[in-house]
C-alpha cells in the first residue's frame, strides 16, 4: 500500500542544496546561483560572503521602465559582520522547510542563521545567533547593491526600523507601481544610524536576534507603506516560533499532494526542486511570475517578461499532473488583463478574433512596437495552460466562466485566418522561429489548431453550447493539413514547414507538435509514432537552450527508449543544475521546471483519455508515484515493482468514466470501490464507472 507523502519523507530523502561557498552569480541579468526562497511573490535570493551577506529583493508585481514592460529588481538588505572576515561558509537550502540554514565560523567567531519567506504574510525573517565564545558586530543596511538609485529613505521612523519606498518610472500613469521596504530588528539594543540607514548592535555569545523585513506594493493594501511599518512594529519575538510552524505546515501540505520515488535520486531531487521553485515564485491571487520568477535581481535579461512563444507556458508544464494545478491560477488573470489590447491588436491588422505578439507584461501591459516576429501562433500556444487546466481539474466553473471565452476567441483568429484550398486547410505567413519568414504551414501552428479545435469540440459538448459551431471546427479537425515531412539521412522526419524553413539546428519547434501541442502519443498511427522517434534521432537536442521544457516530455510521449532518456536527463542534472538545483540554460530562466512533466509521462500518461501506467519506463527498474494527477480529474497511485504493477488506486474527483489500458495484459482485473472488492473487467483496455469522491482499487485476478 502506498503511504502518503509527507514533509518528514522529503527530509528522509535529504532535498536539501548544500553551498559551501558564496553563489557567485549575484547580481546577475540571468537566474540567481545561490540559495532561492519565496511565497508566489515576494521572492529572496541569497548571496554574499560571510561578512557581508546579501538578500535580494524581487517581487512579482514590481515592473517598470519606459512602457512598464520590464520586471525590475526591488532591491536589497545588506547583513554585515565584519568579526567573519575569512570565515567559512555553509548554507542549506531545505526544499522540504522552505528554508535556508547558515552557518559561519572562524578562528574567533561563529553566527548562525535562519531565513524564510512567510507563505502567510510578505515577510522575510532571519534568525541569527552568536554561535561562539566572543561577540559580533551586526549592522544591518537596506542597500540593494545595483547601480540604480534605491529610491526614497525614511528618516521619521519609530526607532529601530528602516525604511524605503520606490516609485517606478514609467510613462503611462496606469503602469506606475510604489513598493515598500520595512525592515526591523528584534531583541537586543540596536541603535538607529539615520544618516547611513544602518542598524547596529553588539550580539554577545549564546545571544540571539530576528530580522524581519516587509515588502509590500500598492497592489497589497492601498496604505502599502503603513501597512508595512505596523507590520514589523506588531511583530515580538514570542511570534516567531508560530509564525514558523504555520509557514511549514503549509509546505508540509504543499508536498503531501503528491510524489514519485525512482532509482536515479538526482533526477528525483530535480523533480521536487522543480515543484520548490513553482511553490516559491507563483501563488493564486497574486501577479504571475516572468521569465526569472520572483527573483530579479538586476534588469532583467528579455525584460524578464512574459514570453508567449513558449517561456510564459513553460515553468507551469509540470504542475498539472504533479496535482498543483493551482500554482497555474495566475497565468490566466494575466492573460485575461492583456486579452482587450490583443482583441485590439488582432483589429488593427485585419483580423479577427485575438492575437498576440511575443512578449507581454502584467495588467495588460504590452511593450512598444507589438513585435510578434512574424509568429501568429502565440494565442493558439497560450491556450494550451486553459486547456490543461480543464483537462486535469474538469472545473466547469473554469470552463465557463475563462478557458472557453479565451478559446472561442483564438478560434475566431483561426477561423478567419485559415485559407481553404485545394480541399485542405492552410497557413500562409506564419514564421516557425522568430523571423524566419512567410513559412507555409509551420508544424508548431499546425499542432497547436488541431489542438485547439479538438478540444473546442469536446468543451462546447460539456457546457451544452455552440452545437452549430463545431461543424466548423470538425472541418478544421478534418481537413487541417498534414504535417510536413522529409527524408534525412535515410530516414522519413518532421519537415520544420511545407514551405519555408525546412529545419533548424537548435531549439525544439521540430517536435513541439508532439509536446506541448498533445496531438501525437501512443494512440497515434504507428507510422507517425516512428517518424516521431526518427525525428528525435535526427534532432538529438538533449541538450538545448531553449528545448528542456519540452524535449524529453515530447520523447516519453512517443515511448522513445527511457533509459535513454534517464540517461541524457541524468546528464543535463549534473552538467546544468546550479547549486541550488535548477537546471539552467540562459533561454528563461524558472522554464527549466517544466521540463521535469517528462517523469510523470513515463510514470502515467492520460492525455489521450487513457491511464497508462509506467508506460515509458525501464521495466528492470522499480519505481512508484502517489497521487499524481491525470485527465479527467483522477488522483492517481501505482507502484512497479520486480517488473509487475501493483498498488493501483484512482481517486475520481467528478465522477468521470475512467478509461485504462490494462496494466496486467492478459489477465482479469478485480475493481474495489471505496475498499469494497465489486466487478471484474477484463481486455486489453477497459472502463471503470464511477461516481464523484470514489476510490477505486485495480488489481490482477490472480
Not at 372 to 383: C, I, K, L, P, T
Not at 608 to 616: D, N, T
Not at 636 to 644: C, D, F, P, Q, W
Not at 651 to 668: D, Y
Amino acid at each position: 500500500m502506498l503511504a502518503l507523502f509527507s514533509c518528514a519523507t522529503v527530509q528522509a530523502m535529504d532535498y536539501t542544496a548544500v553551498f559551501t561557498e558564496p553563489p557567485k552569480n549575484i547580481p546577475t541579468y540571468y537566474m540567481p546561483d545561490g540559495p532561492l526562497l519565496g511565497n508566489g511573490d515576494l521572492g529572496i535570493a541569497l548571496a554574499g560572503a560571510p561578512e557581508e551577506q546579501r538578500f535580494f529583493i524581487g517581487k512579482n508585481d514590481w515592473w517598470g521602465y519606459g512602457d512598464g514592460s520590464r520586471a525590475m529588481p526591488v532591491g536589497g538588505l545588506t547583513l554585515a559582520i565584519a568579526e567573519l572576515k575569512g570565515a567559512s561558509y555553509r548554507q542549506e537550502q531545505d526544499l522540504a522547510l522552505a528554508e535556508v540554514r547558515g552557518s559561519f565560523t572562524n578562528d574567533e567567531v561563529a553566527v548562525q542563521t535562519r531565513s524564510f519567506v512567510d507563505t502567510h504574510s510578505n515577510l522575510l525573517v532571519t534568525e541569527l545567533k552568536c554561535a561562539g565564545t566572543k561577540p559580533v558586530t551586526v549592522v544591518l543596511s537596506q542597500k540593494n547593491g545595483l547601480n540604480e538609485p534605491w529610491g526614497t529613505r525614511h528618516t521619521t521612523l519609530p526607532e529601530g526600523v528602516l525604511c524605503y519606498t520606490r516609485k517606478s518610472q514609467d510613462a503611462a500613469p496606469e503602469n506606475r507601481m510604489d513598493i515598500a521596504v520595512v525592515s526591523r530588528i528584534i531583541g537586543g539594543a540596536p541603535v538607529l544610524d539615520s544618516a547611513g540607514g544602518t542598524l547596529k548592535l553588539t550580539l554577545k555569545a549564546g545571544e540571539a536576534v530576528t530580522l524581519v523585513t516587509c515588502v509590500l506594493s500598492k497592489l497589497d493594501a492601498p496604505d502599502f507603506l503603513e501597512t508595512a511599518k505596523k507590520t514589523v512594529l506588531s511583530l515580538e519575538a514570542k511570534d516567531i516560533s508560530p509564525m514558523t510552524g504555520k509557514h511549514r505546515d503549509w509546505w508540509k501540505s504543499f508536498w503531501a499532494k503528491s510524489f514519485i520515488e525512482i532509482p536515479d535520486k538526482e533526477i528525483e531531487k530535480r523533480w521536487y526542486a522543480a515543484l520548490y521553485v513553482m511553490g516559491s515564485c507563483s501563488k493564486a491571487g497574486k501577479v504571475a511570475p516572468g521569465l526569472w520568477g520572483c527573483w530579479v535581481t538586476l534588469f532583467a535579461q528579455w525584460q524578464g517578461d512574459y514570453h508567449l512563444n513558449y517561456n510564459f507556458q513553460a515553468p507551469y508544464y509540470i504542475t498539472y499532473a504533479s496535482n498543483h494545478a493551482d500554482l497555474s491560477l495566475p497565468f490566466y488573470q494575466a492573460i485575461l488583463e492583456a486579452l482587450p489590447r490583443a482583441k485590439e491588436l488582432a483589429k488593427k491588422r485585419g483580423w479577427k478574433g485575438v492575437y498576440f505578439p511575443v512578449c507581454i507584461g502584467p495588467r495588460g501591459i504590452f511593450p512598444e512596437g507589438e513585435k510578434d516576429h512574424g509568429q501568429r501562433s502565440n494565442a493558439a500556444y497560450v491556450a494550451l495552460n486553459f486547456i490543461w487546466q480543464y483537462q486535469y481539474t474538469q472545473d466547469k466553473e473554469f470552463l465557463k466562466s475563462t478557458a472557453y471565452p479565451y478559446l472561442l476567441e483564438v478560434a475566431a483568429f483561426w477561423e478567419d485566418y485559415l485559407k481553404l484550398e485545394a480541399g485542405r486547410y492552410v497557413i500562409h505567413g506564419d514564421a516557425i522561429h522568430e523571423g524566419t519568414g512567410e513559412d507555409l504551414n509551420p508544424i508548431l501552428s499546425l499542432g497547436l489548431v488541431r489542438n485547439l479545435f479538438k478540444n473546442l469540440i469536446v468543451m462546447s459538448k460539456d457546457l451544452g453550447v455552440d452545437d452549430v459551431r463545431r461543424a466548423k471546427w470538425q472541418d478544421i479537425q478534418d481537413r487541417l493539413s498534414a504535417y510536413p515531412l522529409q527524408e534525412r539521412n535515410g530516414k522519413t522526419v518532421f519537415r520544420y514547414t511545407e514551405k519555408g524553413l525546412a529545419w533548424w539546428k537548435d531549439n525544439t519547434l521540430g517536435i513541439q507538435h508532439i509536446f506541448p501541442s498533445d496531438t501525437i502519443g501512443l494512440e497515434s498511427d504507428p507510422k507517425l509514432l516512428e517518424i516521431s522517434r526518427n525525428t528525435i534521432d535526427e534532432m538529438s537536442r538533449w541538450a538545448d537552450y531553449n528545448g528542456f521544457s519540452s524535449w524529453y516530455t515530447a520523447c516519453a510521449r512517443v515511448s522513445y527508449d527511457p533509459k535513454i532518456i534517464l540517461s541524457k536527463m541524468r546528464e543535463e542534472c549534473d552538467k546544468h543544475s546550479f547549486p541550488n538545483l535548477l537546471l539552467f540554460y540562459g533561454g528563461g530562466g524558472v522554464e527549466s521546471c517544466g521540463g521535469f512533466l517528462a517523469i510523470n509521462e513515463m510514470l502515467l500518461q492520460s492525455h489521450e483519455g487513457v491511464l497508462r501506467f509506467f508506460p515509458c519506463w525501464p521495466k528492470d527498474q522499480d519505481a512508484r508515484f502517489g497521487t499524481l494527477r491525470a485527465v479527467g480529474a483522477f488522483i492517481v497511485s501505482a507502484e512497479l515493482k520486480g517488473g509487475a504493477v501493483s498498488g493501483v488506486k484512482i481517486v475520481s474527483e467528478k465522477g468521470k468514466p475512467c478509461m485504462v489500458q490494462n496494466p496486467w495484459p492478459g489477465k482479469k482485473v478485480r475493481v474495489t470501490r471505496n475498499g469494497k472488492a465489486k466487478e471484474t473487467l477484463g481486455g486489453e483496455r477497459f472502463t471503470v464507472v464511477t461516481d464523484s469522491g470514489e476510490t477505486i482499487g485495480l488489481a490482477p485476478v490472480k
